[in-house]
């Protein structure tokens, strides 16, 4: 199958919407099928095989954070020509809402789409506003997924419609096998994030942790994200700074490693998230997690059962949740084995497979139409009538 997957966002900087697109494609690649994702990139991205740019993309505040998105009228000019190129059996688009590369391949392109929704949002005025600008393209689209529950419920809010809910995709095995790095290990917790994006609450645990290392002096605090490093602490007194370790951005097979080295992943994200990727690496990697309770987060760690979540924003209640953890290897033990079983549905081999499901879906669905449409022109040159 030819697959078009569209990304509105740029590609040069990392997020879990980019790494769903990247891990998808590849998924395919694998299994044999023909991929091309046209993404926005600055000119001097080194970009892979199956990585189209469609330009520089521009910083957009964006549901709580900042996004590089891609629109304008060379944008248009190359999605066309991407599109005419491609000759794709599906167009797959990320986020067609966004004001970016999605709603310009949604005007342009023809034949099946597919559509998936990442964002979470119940009061996004601007998605409410834009609606009368959107009807036209999302009329358009043969499927909608949504990665969740509650990015499903956004987009029946807000766009009306429905969609089906197929959570983001992870190599659950690649996290598995990766190997413990040592000086990573031994009282550690675990943060992974943008350092300097409030949403991402890294505030949060740093309010936590004195009462946190005031209860188990040896534990170490590993950062891994990019960011300033020095307002990051500039909270905690100076004797504790220490304590804390940022390891920069990271490759995803350091990630892996990293998950696989810390006694306790800490997500003290304090909103704007529709799924929770890394709840599901760290799960993978049999790190024990523990989460604010989003519901996005409670849905991914099945509501408690295969990680433990504290209330939203407090700080408190996380320094508390975190010394019982460290304090306790058993639990922490069980919480591995719980999230190792959970974990597995949301691997490629299961998610892939529900993708490709909606593609034949919408495929067969256009041939059919296409089939009837060439028997219908037959029957009137014929002058011969429906039966």
Known sequence: MRIGIVCPYSWDVPGGVQFHIRDLAEYFIRLGHEVSVLAPADDDTP???????AGRAVPVPYNGSVARLNFGFLSAARVRRWLHEGAFDVIHIHEPTSPSLGLLACWAAQGPIVATFHTSNPRSRAMIAAYAILQAALEKISARIAVSEYARR?????????????PNGVDVDFFAEAEPRPEWQGGTIGFIGRIDEPRKGLPVLMRALPKILAARPGTRLLVAGRGDEEEAVASLPGELRSRVEFLGMISDEDKARFLRSIDLYVAPNTGGESFGIILVEAMSAGAPVLASDLDAFAQVLDRGAAGELFPNEDADALAEAAVRLLADPARRAELRARGSAHVRRFDWSTVGADIMSVYETVTAGAAA???????TGLRARLGLARD
């Open 154 to 166: 956004t987009l029946v809010e807000h766009l009306g419609g429905d969609a089906v809910v197929i």
């Open 369 to 375: 139409v296409a089939a009837d449409d060439r028997a």
């Open 47 to 53: 970009l892979p095989p199956y990585v189209v740019s």
